[in-house]
Nanobody, 122 residues
Framework: QVQLVESGGGLVQAGGSLIISCAVS????????VGWFRQAPGKEREFVAA????????YYADSVKGRFTISSNNAKNTVYLQMNSLKPEDTAVYYC???????????????WGQGTQVTVSS
């Protein structure tokens, strides 16, 4: 079984930055992708960003392109999402997801984390 544990969420002012992390443990796969999704109150969960495990390929939603950066640290089995120039509309619960394939497009979740809240105040 795969475990995904998010951390680093919190409250930040608009225009600020925040980094959230996803620690991957348990049974993993030779090649897989890890991504971030988010869900705001009353809205459907949406894709944010994804990376293949060796870090050679990334993919972003248009809404975060140029502001968010996804990266991985294989030694720590951790994926990060650096979020800059945050907007109130970025407020959501951010979920880490793992896909049992190295392809980041389309990103889908075979496993989910429990989520971490990110709140951006105006």
């Amino acid at each position: 079984q795969v475990q995904l544990v998010e951390s680093g969420g919190g409250l930040v002012q608009a225009g600020g930055s925040l980094i959230i992390s996803c620690a991957v443990s348990g049974r993993t796969f030779i090649d897989y992708a890890v991504g971030w999704f988010r869900q705001a109150p009353g809205k459907e969960r949406e894709f944010v960003a994804a990376i293949n495990w060796i870090g050679t390929n990334t993919y972003y939603a248009d809404s975060v392109k140029g502001r968010f950066t996804i990266s991985s640290n294989n030694a720590k089995n951790t994926v990060y999402l650096q979020m800059n120039s945050l907007k109130p509309e970025d407020t959501a619960v951010y979920y880490c997801a793992l896909k049992r394939s190295p392809s980041t497009v389309p990103m889908k979740a075979d496993y989910w984390g429990q989520g971490t809240q990110v709140t951006v105040s105006s």
